[in-house]
């Protein structure tokens, strides 16, 4: 018996087992994106242990690394960034080139200044810094402290 001889004689169980098999693919790969999200596992690197130990001091303590430092715009947009942004987090984790302390390349400040508006669009519109309303370029001009508390300790990884 050949292939299409099968499929057309088991249509049915070709579909279901394709369908079982998506279903699978896509809650694995659910549980994976939430997994891979949170302090608990990007302070599993040697580089980010310290960043997670300061984050877990902060105000901003109960949210996911991910929820701060991956744009949030476009479901895609943001599964690309995290697959290139956890490929550059390896490739320097392995090189061990990491300095001392982390520095957050212009793109990732955008992407930082934007998630905070994205939480705080309504407080921040409600601010006023003397007669003009709040400028909202640059939250962490102000903020730089919060998602980290002001204990920065020393380790961190290249992200140029």
Same mark, same amino acid.
């Given at each position: 018996?050949?292939?299409?001889?099968?499929?057309?004689?088991?249509?049915?169980?070709?579909?279901?087992?394709?369908?079982?098999?998506?279903?699978?693919?896509?809650?694995?790969?659910?549980?994976?994106?939430?997994?891979?999200?949170?302090?608990a596992f990007c302070g599993s690197?040697?580089?980010?242990?310290?960043?997670?130990?300061?984050?877990?001091?902060?105000?901003?303590?109960? =949210?996911?690394?991910?929820?701060?430092?991956?744009?949030?715009?476009?479901?895609? !947009?943001?599964? !690309?960034?995290?697959?290139?942004?956890?490929?550059?987090d390896t490739y320097h984790e392995?090189? =061990?080139?990491?300095?001392?302390?982390?520095?957050?390349?212009?793109?990732?400040?955008?992407? +930082?200044?934007?998630?905070?508006?994205?939480?705080?669009?309504?407080?921040?519109?409600? +601010?006023?810094?003397?007669?003009?309303?709040?400028?909202?370029?640059?939250?962490?001009?102000?903020?730089?402290?919060?998602?980290?508390?002001?204990?920065?300790?020393?380790?961190? !990884?290249? +992200?140029?």
């Amino acid at each position: 018996m050949d292939f299409k001889q099968y499929v057309s004689e088991h249509t049915l169980k070709c579909l279901a087992g394709g369908f079982v098999i998506g279903a699978l693919v896509m809650g694995v790969g659910s549980v994976m994106v939430s997994a891979t999200g949170g302090p608990a596992f990007c302070g599993s690197c040697h580089a980010m242990k310290e960043p997670a130990a300061s984050h877990a001091m902060a105000t901003h303590k109960d =949210r996911d690394c991910v929820e701060c430092h991956l744009p949030h715009d476009n479901p895609a !947009i943001y599964l !690309i960034e995290k697959g290139r942004t956890g490929m550059i987090d390896t490739y320097h984790e392995v090189l =061990r080139d990491y300095p001392a302390h982390i520095q957050l390349s212009k793109g990732a400040k955008e992407t +930082v200044n934007k998630n905070c508006l994205r939480c705080h669009q309504t407080t921040v519109e409600r +601010v006023k810094m003397g007669a003009a309303p709040m400028d909202t370029g640059d939250c962490m001009k102000c903020h730089s402290r919060v998602a980290h508390g002001s204990n920065h300790l020393e380790g961190g !990884i290249k +992200v140029e």
